[in-house]
């Protein structure tokens, strides 16, 4: 039995508010769908989350884009924590405050100590990618531990 998996699905249609990821806390996302590998989270863009230009920061986009797949990994029922090798993102059109953008993860490949993550980052209003990414992570001695 996933439950950290099942608490996420718990939050459907709500901020996260119970997350092993204090960065998860910050980021608040709403939670729009868990899958076995895949979720979809929504995020509001406020002024924090901006850089000088005043769109959204690719840091943050980057944050959003190592958070999600974090909690991907533990919605596929792995039993170990996994840690990020490499991140490769493109980005290609801006947010701004008070947009809402939508992050969609899926896991590619999943070996036994090597597991490869999609991430898109959208603009639903404006039907727009944001961002495109992938990532490989790799399997960690660590145990998850439940939340709450």
């Known amino acids: 039995m996933n439950h ?12 996260v508010t119970e997350s092993p990821s204090p960065l998860m806390l910050w980021l608040a996302p709403v ?3 868990v899958a ?12 924090v989350m901006t850089n000088p230009a005043g769109t959204l920061h690719g ?6 884009m190592d958070d999600m797949i974090g909690a991907t990994i533990i919605t596929s029922g792995r039993q170990h924590l996994y ?7 493109d980005y290609f059109a801006p947010a701004k405050p008070g947009d809402v953008v939508t992050g969609r993860t899926t896991i590619i490949k999943a070996g036994r100590e090597i597991i490869n993550v999609q991430f898109e ?5 404006k039907k727009r990618l944001l961002a495109r990414g992938y990532s490989n992570c790799l399997k960690t001695e660590l145990i998850l531990k439940a939340v709450g």
């Open 121 to 125: 980052l959208w603009n639903l209003a």
């Open 4 to 15: 950290l998996k099942e608490q996420l699905a718990k939050q459907l249609g709500q901020t």
């Open 31 to 33: 939670v729009r769908a």
């Open 59 to 64: 840091g943050i986009t980057a944050a959003i």
């Open 36 to 47: 076995d590998g895949a979720l979809t989270f929504e995020f509001t863009v406020n002024p």
């Open 83 to 89: 840690t990020t090798v490499n991140n490769a993102i």
